[in-house]
């Protein structure tokens, strides 16, 4: 009930700065349909395989405005009236997570509806896909709230980008990760995004073999150690945020 | 049995101590005013007082129970208003009084709503966004939200900070209203909201309660004409800078 109430309010916080549907749902749209405009030829851009990388890229803007969300509450006290209140840590947490649910289904939705308009042959693994990715989105979440417990409103949309520019880079998403040396594409294994695109990518062409253990266990290990660490982040930041003079 | 009850209250913060044992007492349905300067530790006393952070060492007990062992259940019978405002900024003040109303499960939550608004006549600004009010209305907005689970103990962190001189003359008349129902706390820099307002006045310096009384009394106490003047006087004894 509490979670439920905290959610609506944090869900109403979020759609009412247009910004951050502009730049969760609308930029990565535009990019789907640019790239495919162009028709380069390179096994990156064909549908099948940017759609999931479009998809996670939208994430990477969830991690920002989650982040925004949760220094803004953070900095302007706004936890201070709520820790006061019976609300519970986890109640603060799912909260937030919930909130973002629905701002994932739109942007999952959208770009799956506009992949199909644009040629990509519509199936059955296409919702199963969808439902794959509301699981790679609580990785998302959860570093939204890491960045924005630690870090003040302003510095919190910067070092999410951070979290944007690495899906860019390491998910494979542009370019396979081995056009940048041997080193890189070791680095980018260990990192969780490319994992979290095959997988999505795996499920919606019914290419299960095409997701390797390693990218199982490296997201899975990301995603429980990320949000574990939001956590308790989380709690320890709002105590400590309240030592006064 | 009083309201608020503590003793040797000590909080620490690594080589820092901001509260360095207090003994306080305040009566069911006081107003008490805490005065202090800057760094006087009036802000983590109000904090520990009203189950956000917990202390070092010492007690605290809220209506007879304890702090730490009733945790839960005090925080269903207290109600804070920040320094800041601390209102959802994007919600309506409308939207900001449910969503109160929820995380305290108010069971009659309409007609507790509608009171607040009367009360604070809130109507005109009851559909705009937070974010867009002024910052007198942001304060009454912000402690009428604070009473949404009628409290039997409030505190006000410097309720009137950076009002003018209409805003705050009108929250004033708001707590007034308030007076002798529930136990207040308050904290403020201004001398005259503290005299105007409450009962009795406790001077904090350097994390200690140095004096206790009200306005009169205090005066008395430092032998001056004026609040202020008694004021600089007891805080600043023993040579502590004002």
New interface residues.
């Given amino acids: 009930?509490?979670t439920m109430?905290?959610a609506?309010?944090n869900f109403?916080?979020i759609i009412?700065?247009p910004l951050s549907v502009v730049f969760a749902v609308l930029l990565p749209l535009l990019l789907l349909f640019i790239f495919q405009q162009f028709k380069i030829p390179s096994d990156n851009y064909r549908l099948e395989n940017f759609t999931p990388g479009i998809v996670v890229f939208g994430f990477s803007f969830i991690s920002m405005f989650t982040a925004t969300l949760v220094s803004?509450d953070r900095t302007?006290?706004?936890l201070?009236?709520?820790?006061?209140?019976?609300?519970k840590p986890v109640e603060y947490i799912l909260g937030y997570v919930l909130a973002i649910i629905p701002m994932i289904a739109l942007q999952n939705v959208l770009f799956f509806i506009l992949a199909v308009v644009l040629g990509l042959p519509f199936s059955v693994h296409i919702i199963w896909a969808i439902l794959v990715s509301f699981a790679v989105s609580v990785l998302f979440i959860a570093l939204g709230i890491i960045i924005g417990s630690v870090f003040s409103e302003k510095a919190s949309s910067g070092i999410a980008s951070i979290v944007v520019q690495l899906v860019c880079f390491t998910s494979g998403m542009y370019f396979p990760r081995e056009m940048l040396g041997k080193g890189f594409s070791k680095v980018c294994e260990f990192l969780p995004f490319e994992s979290c695109v095959t997988i999505i990518k795996g499920v919606m062409n019914n290419d299960l073999a095409g997701i390797t253990p390693r990218n199982i266990i490296v997201f899975a290990a990301y995603t429980v150690v990320v949000f574990v660490i939001a956590v308790v982040l989380f709690q320890k930041k709002m105590?400590s945020d309240?030592?006064?003079? | 049995m009083f309201a608020i009850e503590t003793k040797n209250l000590v909080k620490k913060y690594k080589d820092l101590t901001a509260v360095a044992g207090i003994d306080l007492k305040v009566q069911e349905g006081e107003l008490f005013a805490l005065l202090g300067t800057n760094g006087a530790g009036k802000t983590t006393t109000i904090k520990m007082l009203s189950s956000l952070i917990l202390p070092t060492s010492g007690e605290i007990k809220i209506l007879g129970m304890d702090i730490v062992k009733d945790r839960q259940k005090i925080r269903e019978i207290l109600n804070v208003s920040p320094q800041e405002t601390a209102i959802a900024p994007n919600l309506s003040v409308k939207e900001n009084l449910e969503f109160m109303a929820n995380v305290y499960q108010i069971p009659d939550r309409k007609e507790k709503i509608e009171e607040l608004v009367k009360l604070f006549r809130l109507e005109e600004v009851l559909p705009k966004k937070a974010k867009t009010l002024s910052g007198g209305w942001q304060r009454k907005v912000s402690i009428a939200i604070a009473l949404i689970n009628e409290p039997k103990i409030l505190f006000l962190d410097e309720p009137t900070l950076g009002l003018d001189v209409i805003a705050r003359k009108e929250l004033w008349t708001v707590i007034e209203s308030l007076k002798g129902r529930i136990t207040i706390i308050l904290t403020t820099h201004y001398m005259e909201e503290a005299e105007s307002l409450s009962e009795r006045i406790g001077i904090m310096a350097h994390g200690k309660l140095v004096d206790i009384g009200t306005a009169a009394e205090l005066k008395q106490i430092a032998g001056k004409d004026t609040l202020e003047d008694a004021f600089v006087e007891l805080a600043t004894k023993g040579g502590a800078p004002a």
Avoid: A, Q, T
């Fill in positions: 009930m509490r109430n905290f609506k309010r109403k916080e009412r700065d803004k302007s006290s706004f201070i009236r709520l820790g006061v209140s019976p609300m105590l309240n030592k006064g003079s």
